[in-house]
Antibody
Framework: QVQLVQSGAEVKKPGSSVKVSCKAS????????ISWVRQAPGQGLEWMGV????????NYAQKFQDRVTISADESTSTAYMELSSLTSEDTAVYYC?????????WGQGTTVIVSS | EVVLTQSPGTLSLSPGERATLSCRTS???????FAWYQQKPGQAPRLLIY???NRATGIPDRFSGSGSGTDFTLTINRLEPEDFAVYYC??????????FGQGTRLEVK
């Protein structure tokens, strides 16, 4: 049974970057994708992008194309999401999820607060 | 980009009743790539239904999904106290990827 465990909460200054990790355990890391989804306070779900570690390919939502980098380290079964040029509007909970053309296993979420 | 519109925004029902949640898409989408999620406060979303009508692992059979094209429905029979939550529909397309509805809040009447 695959489980995804994310890194801890972050507080960042406007203009800086944040890198969130997502470690998979309990199954093969290369047989599926890892998507990243965020949720601003009191708001809905917003997909940011996906990586397929076994292929090394990524696909980003157009909104985040210029600011997000999703990567993966197969040796540690860990995926990463780095978001740059942070503003207060990036304050949100960031989730990773196993992507098998549906998001069937989710991490616990990482709170990122952007504040001066 | 495909827009998903959920209705109603809030649904007030009592335990034991049936809930019917709707999701309409701005253009026809493949049922294979359509899903429903449940989210409770402070928790990550949970996959309920995939492929428009297939229950995910461990999901009780009181949850069912139906629909095709532009109209999809999530039905919850005999509401249990733990079913009161926010529900999101979702579709996948290679570009721009996943899009979600705005959510329906199912609350206790």
């Amino acid at each position: 049974q695959v489980q995804l465990v994310q890194s801890g909460a972050e507080v960042k200054k406007p203009g800086s970057s944040v890198k969130v990790s997502c470690k998979a355990s309990g199954g093969s890391f290369s047989g599926y994708g890892i998507s990243w989804v965020r949720q601003a306070p009191g708001q809905g779900l917003e997909w940011m992008g996906v990586i397929i570690p076994g292929l090394g390919t990524t696909n980003y939502a157009q909104k985040f194309q210029d600011r997000v980098t999703i990567s993966a380290d197969e040796s540690t079964s860990t995926a990463y999401m780095e978001l740059s040029s942070l503003t207060s509007e990036d304050t949100a909970v960031y989730y990773c999820a196993r992507d098998v053309v549906r998001l069937d296993v989710w991490g616990q979420g990482t709170t990122v607060i952007v504040s001066s | 980009e495909v827009v998903l519109t959920q209705s109603p925004g809030t649904l007030s029902l009592s335990p034991g009743e049936r809930a019917t949640l709707s999701c309409r898409t701005s253009q026809s989408v493949s049922s294979y790539y359509f899903a429903w999620y449940q989210q409770k406060p402070g928790q990550a979303p949970r996959l309920l239904i995939y492929g428009a009508s297939n229950r995910a692992t461990g999901i009780p059979d009181r949850f069912s999904g139906s629909g095709s094209g532009t109209d999809f429905t999530l039905t919850i029979n005999r509401l249990e106290p733990e079913d009161f939550a926010v529900y999101y529909c979702q579709q996948y397309n290679s570009s721009p990827g996943y899009t979600f509805g705005q959510g329906t809040r199912l609350e206790v009447k």
